[in-house]
């Protein structure tokens, strides 16, 4: 099988269902920023200051941003395909795992500046891919369960980036900077 098929040399694309759209059409947009988060979160997995627990937990996150993607990917109007779902289990999953990482965090008091160290960096580079992506998302205007899990769960996952940057930083001793508004 190749790789290349040359149907998308005139601008259009498939969705999973069969109907073409245009490359720039807010669905393609949605689920290309999902793919884009989805690589920004394997360079976040891949540095080694991540432990062994925040590893598979961005495995279990890139697994369901598949998910999510092949749901964006899909015409309005469905298909037979059996695609797999976001489950209130993936979200719940989320939260725990926020919540998990807060305990030992000291409680936030300002806006913090991004930065401190690459890993830092990176995560809230995906942070910001994430909310990207959740408004692309909610701009298709799909009122299916589907679409509100999608959203919730991108919603879900951008707090779960910060409060990773944010473990990351406190278990590495890296002093989170302040941001402190001139008024």
């Known amino acids: 099988m190749k790789i ?10 498939s969705l999973i ?7 720039n059409d807010l ?11 989805n690589s920004w979160i394997g360079l976040v997995r891949d540095h080694e200051e991540i ?22 990917a899909t015409q309005p109007d469905g298909t037979k395909m059996k695609l797999p779902l976001i489950l209130e289990s993936d979200i719940s999953f989320l939260e725990t795992s926020i919540d998990e990482m ?21 995560c809230h580079i995906a942070r910001c891919v994430c909310r990207r ?5 909610v701009g298709l205007n ?21 409060v990773l940057s944010r473990k990351i930083a406190n278990d590495l ?5 302040q941001w402190k508004p001139r008024v």
């Open 27 to 37: 669905r393609i947009d949605s689920y290309g920023t999902v793919d884009e988060l």
């Open 102 to 122: 807060n305990e030992s965090l000291p409680p936030m008091r300002h806006f913090v500046l991004p930065g401190g160290k690459k890993i830092l960096s990176h």
């Open 142 to 162: 799909d009122n299916s369960e589907q679409y509100k899990f999608a959203m919730k769960y991108l919603n879900r996952l951008s707090d779960y980036l910060f």
């Open 4 to 13: 290349y098929t040359k149907t998308g040399d005139e601008g259009q694309t």
């Open 133 to 137: 992506a959740e408004r692309l998302t």
């Open 51 to 72: 432990g062994k627990d925040q590893f598979n937990q961005l495995i279990e996150v890139q697994d369901r941003l598949f998910t999510i993607g092949s749901l964006l």
């Open 173 to 177: 001793e890296i002093e989170e900077i």
């Open 17 to 23: 269902g069969g109907k073409r759209v245009s490359k």
